[in-house]
């Protein structure tokens, strides 16, 4: 018989005496569900958060802001910058000719009644604003009118602050009614108040936009983009591809929690580790037996050791798709609140980690025990009791 | 005590398994420790501050508070210091470091003297309006020491001599206030702490940018009237230019806590997974233990053991290791603790100062006997039903 045949016939008789064995693999499936549990919940928020910031078609923009800063702070656009920012080549044109850019403005509303600090925040858009977002779809209302002194509420903004249209939100020059709801595909806007830019600015006695958002005509126009105004001596703005400042933005707010959430996933697994060994040597001594006959018979040390790493790797495994269950039914898209409303996200890829980590950990684990299993004798293991 | 050789004893029948279950409880210990320290610390870093501070700041984003206010707001009824508190943001001589100095007036020194900055400080910034003070993380990360100097640029025309480069030397350090630079003003915001005085800016500044501040800071003679005074305040200013918004520090922190990641609530749901994942492997480890010593247990029987010295063997069997565990967890947990405080100062990571608390290890040894006792549950079930001539005979 072929050493694979023989790996075969070991593991499906390891694997059918799993049903006697039953409560020791049940703690490594839970323990593994555990681990990987733990990681995929910790990290759904990542992705969420990622998600939501990262649009597929931002592959494709560019954002300019004023200065040197890391981020769009200082909101000191000027018209005149703006107006040499749309002058720029690379950027692709509307249907009515103009260029397909957004100048936005970005402001953080006082406190609504029952919050002590205020987290809502207002985005100013222009005629671009809404050509830039294809996915945005007023729900309730109606869409805020060019000139007037009327905003739309994102989903996510809505249900957290109870904004609903008829609402109202302070501004400095009064209170502001909101006249719709929109969505906008999971996308971070809908966790603002959206208004008409030049409207909002001049309630606000602000001069200055926070951003302007490009649609380049292709990724390659980048290049020849950035190099325009940032050689520009007239200009003094930063530019970053959309995805990359994303990339910073929601980094920005994960970072810290994606490298804790791999360190507590390093130390569960190191316990998980330790737990598989010691149950793994139970189950190589609960069967020694078993395997000095398999071997009396014939089969080869290789294939006892394998199946033991097979059981190991199978109950892992096992663990690892309960775990990712529990943690896809427990807070896949569920909404969260970081700075701006976004749900959380229990991916494929998710899934895939945490079974790769589960198998890693339980392959580490049972390859002692499958050490002890291939140097059996034949002879002493069918004396044991 | 009499019966610990006993429960010794039967604890390393299979040496091997033993130090590997002690190993797996430890590390799942050492986990629950970590988050029992890193939930504390986030508390901490609320409860440090206190209700009887107040933030006031422009209701709607504006250019700065006048620091004409300051008077106005120092003669409203309970208010027992004003100061002023402006921050100024760019990079440093290398572009990608961004660097925010925080400038300060007098008045800061009565209105907020947790600010971690003895008498000597105060005196030195007094005397030396171009110099600042960094926390000790600021200054690890930046590698600076006493006496050298710090620039920050920004854009251009940012002071009145028409540069954009403000040069500050080092008068010293100053240790990180609990719970600063959460992240709590959002993306982009630099944590490092940085205090300068705020004449410095007033001489340097730009004509138009002077006179203002951020944030006015309000010490309150009683905590329970912090939000009776903050009504007052904005009332007062209502129809001022700009109108005014306050809010305790303390209402205000624990808001902001609410809108970043909830680590306090993470931290004890991952505790609970960690210990859910043991008791799993204890109860399963007893169970075992139990069953392959059946004949023993039926032997004491045998020999006049009543259910309760039985059980009692069993208990302890169990509660032994998980125990021991949570002793060695702890300890590691402490370690981890000092390390992740000792990366959080070095600027390494952003988070709040972790410190090991006799609560922690208290928590611990109170889930280690839980987990003990509950693992036990399931052998003394099985050894009340056992029939002790079966078993004695082999059966």
Not at chain 1, 191 to 210: I, L, P
């Amino acid at each position: 018989m072929s050493e694979l045949r023989q790996i075969a016939a070991v593991c499906r008789v390891g694997i059918g005496s799993l049903r006697g064995r039953y409560p020791p693999a049940l703690v490594v499936v839970i323990g593994m569900a555990c681990v990987v549990g733990v990681l995929a919940s910790m990290l759904s928020l990542t992705a969420g958060l990622t998600q939501a910031y990262l649009r597929p078609e931002d592959a494709t923009r560019a954002v300019v802001w004023s200065g040197t800063a890391n981020f769009d702070q200082s909101r000191s656009l000027h018209r005149d910058t703006v107006a040499t920012v749309l002058d720029a080549p690379g950027i692709a044109k509307g249907a009515d000719g103009a260029p397909l850019a957004d100048a936005e403005f970005l402001m953080r509303l006082p406190p609504l009644e029952g919050f002590a600090a205020g987290s809502l925040q207002l985005r100013g858009v222009g005629p671009a604003g809404l050509a830039l977002r294809p996915a945005f779809r007023i729900v309730a209302g109606h869409m805020f009118r060019e000139g007037t002194r009327e905003l739309v509420a994102g989903v996510g903004a809505a249900r957290k602050f109870g904004l609903s249209v008829g609402s109202t939100v302070q501004l400095r020059d009064g209170r502001w009614p909101v006249v719709g709801v929109f969505s906008c595909g999971t996308d971070i806007i809908e966790s603002y108040v959206v208004g008409d830019a030049d409207t909002v600015m001049a309630a606000a006695r602000r001069r200055g936009f926070a951003q302007v958002i490009a649609q380049l005509t292709d990724a390659g126009a980048y290049a020849q983009f950035r190099t325009w105004l940032t050689e520009n001596p007239a200009l003094a703005v930063s530019v970053e591809r959309k995805t990359d400042y994303d990339l910073r933005v929601s980094g920005a707010n994960t970072a810290f929690f994606t490298h804790m959430a791999y360190l507590i996933g390093a130390i569960m697994a190191l316990g998980a580790l330790c737990g598989i060994v010691k149950i793994m040597f139970a189950a190589v001594r609960a069967r020694t037996r078993e395997i000095g006959t398999l071997r009396a018979i014939g089969f080869g040390a290789v294939p006892v050791a394998a199946s033991v790493l097979v059981e190991a790797a199978l109950l892992g495994v096992l663990g690892a798709l309960l775990g990712a269950a529990c943690a896809w039914l427990a807070f896949d898209g569920r909404e969260m609140w970081v700075w701006g409303a976004f749900r959380l996200r229990v991916s494929a890829s998710l899934v895939a980690l945490g079974i790769l980590w589960a198998l890693v950990t339980s392959l580490l684990g049972g390859l002692p025990p499958a050490l002890r299993a291939a140097r059996l004798l034949p002879a002493a293991a069918l004396r044991a009791e | 005590m009499k019966h610990l050789p006993l429960v010794w004893a039967a604890l390393w029948r299979n040496r091997t398994e033993s130090v590997l279950t002690l190993l797996a409880l430890s590390v799942a210990f050492a986990l629950f420790g970590t988050m029992i320290t890193l939930n504390a610390a986030y508390e901490r870093a609320i409860d440090d501050t206190r209700l009887d501070r107040l933030l006031v700041a422009c209701r709607f984003e504006c250019g700065g508070l006048p620091v004409a206010y300051r008077g106005q707001l120092a003669r409203i009824g309970g208010v027992v210091g004003v100061g002023g508190v402006l921050w100024l943001g760019g990079h440093e001589q290398d572009a990608r470091h961004q660097i925010t100095v925080m400038f300060v007036d007098e008045g800061v020194r009565l209105a907020w003297p947790e600010l971690p900055m003895t008498q000597a400080d105060w005196r030195a910034l007094d005397a030396s309006p171009a110099g600042v003070f960094l926390s000790e993380s600021a200054a690890a990360r930046r590698q600076v020491r006493v006496g050298d100097t710090v620039s920050l640029t920004t854009g251009p025309g940012g002071r009145a001599d028409g540069g954009d480069t403000w040069f500050f030397t080092v008068l010293g350090m100053i240790p990180d206030p609990p719970g600063w630079g959460q992240g709590s003003v959002g993306p982009g915001w630099n944590p490092d702490l940085i205090v300068g005085n705020l004449r410095y800016f007033e001489a340097s500044s730009r004509l138009d940018e002077r006179d203002v501040v951020i944030v006015f800071r309000l010490a309150i003679d009683r905590a329970e009237h912090a939000r009776e005074v903050c009504r007052e305040i904005e009332a007062r200013f209502t129809n001022a230019s700009p109108a005014l918004y306050c809010v305790p520090a303390r209402d205000d922190a624990e808001e902001l806590a609410d809108a970043t990641i909830n680590m306090r609530q993470i931290s004890l749901g991952i505790g609970a997974a960690g210990l859910f994942m043991i008791l799993f492997l204890c109860a399963n480890g007893m169970a075992e233990s139990v069953r392959e010593r059946l004949p023993e247990f039926g032997v004491l029987k045998t020999l006049g053991y009543e259910d309760g010295r039985i059980a009692t063997l069993v208990v302890l069997e169990a509660i032994v290791p998980t125990v021991l565990a949570a002793v060695i967890g702890s300890a590691l947990a402490r370690a981890a603790s000092a390390l992740v405080a000792h990366l959080a100062v070095k600027g390494v990571i952003d988070m709040p100062e972790m410190r090991a608390s006799p609560a922690a290890f208290g928590w611990a040894l109170a889930a280690a006997l839980l987990i003990g006792a509950l693992s036990a549950l399931v052998p003394l079930h099985r050894l009340r039903r056992m029939d002790v001539a079966a078993v004695v005979a082999g059966r």
